[in-house]
Nanobody, 127 residues
């Protein structure tokens, strides 16, 4: 069992930055690939970014590529999402998720591939 707790959300103006953190506890953090997803009101949960267990492979949704950076610190059992040049369309609840499975890049972009989820943190970008 893995527990995930997100933090770092808030209200920011367009063009601003935020850094989300996802602290984990429970099983060995290094055994899990980690992902960030987001869900806006009335929309389905969508993939944002993912990072493999070692941190050697990173994946991004096209909508955030070049603006967001995912990273992990296995010593601190934490995964981060640095979000720069934020846009109003980035407004959503952001969730981190963990999976112990060795899955394909495509599968890492699908919510059902993840076993554990945090409670989410709200990000609101004003225009």
């Amino acid at each position: 069992q893995v527990q995930l707790v997100e933090s770092g959300g808030g209200l920011v103006q367009a063009g601003g930055s935020l850094r989300l953190s996802c602290a984990t506890s429970g099983r060995t953090f290094g055994d899990y690939a980690m992902g960030w997803f987001r869900q806006a009101p009335g929309k389905e949960r969508e993939f944002v970014a993912a990072i493999r267990k070692s941190g050697g492979s990173l994946y991004y949704a096209d909508s955030v590529k070049g603006r967001f950076t995912i990273s992990r610190d296995n010593a601190k059992n934490t995964v981060y999402l640095q979000m720069n040049n934020l846009k109003p369309e980035d407004t959503a609840v952001y969730y981190c998720a963990a999976t112990p499975l060795l899955v394909t890049q495509t599968s890492l972009q699908v919510p059902s591939s993840y076993n554990y989820w945090g409670q989410g943190t709200q990000v609101t970008v004003s225009s």
